[in-house]
């Protein structure tokens, strides 16, 4: 009973401000949550990372980080302007956030791009997660806000090997390298870590 009361208290602090539901927006959520999508701001993602790679270090588990890039911002941003690019990241972060578990760390990296800390995960496991995301994606039918775009993602995944030592940048470091794979390859793709 008091572990469903525990889990219920984080389902309603992981609600998002202004939807309606939950509690209100408290000076902590509104300090490490990025306004328009929800997802954590950088400078919290990137705490969130350096304390879950110690984790991972400490017990010898695996982590993996996503970056997901919203394919073609610069031609969303040219045909349909700025508030269109607003509505396409908030819905494609909304997509995700429905796609993940509670454990799971979604924030913002860049404009347009999003990253994800996936804890306990192996690559093949990243792998999938990253696919399912891509396809959500792809697959939206429903309008942006009103803007009748169809967005694509692409998705560079890396997970960590902890005999091989290293550090959070390095992780980060292989996850934008094949994040640049997927983007340079057309886009619309996942590159695994290797």
Known sequence: MEQEARM????????LPGTGEGPPPDGYHAAVRDPRTGVYVRPYFEESLRREYAFSSRHGTLLSVVLIQVDA??????KWGPKAV????????GKMRGA?????VIGSWDEGTFALILRDVDTGTATIVAERL????ASARDMFDGFPVRPTVSVGVATTHMDAGGR???LLSMAVGNLKRASEGGGDRVVPGL
Do not use: N
């Not at 911002?73 to 040219?78: P, Q, S, V, Y």
């Not at 607003?86 to 972060?93: I, P």
């Open 73 to 78: 911002m610069e031609a969303l941003k040219t």
């Open 168 to 170: 959070p940048a390095d």
């Open 100 to 104: 993940l578990r509670a454990e799971d």
């Open 86 to 93: 607003e509505a396409v990241l908030s819905g494609v972060a």
């Open 134 to 137: 891509r396809r959500t994606v």
């Open 8 to 15: 219920e208290r984080r389902r309603q602090s992981d609600l």
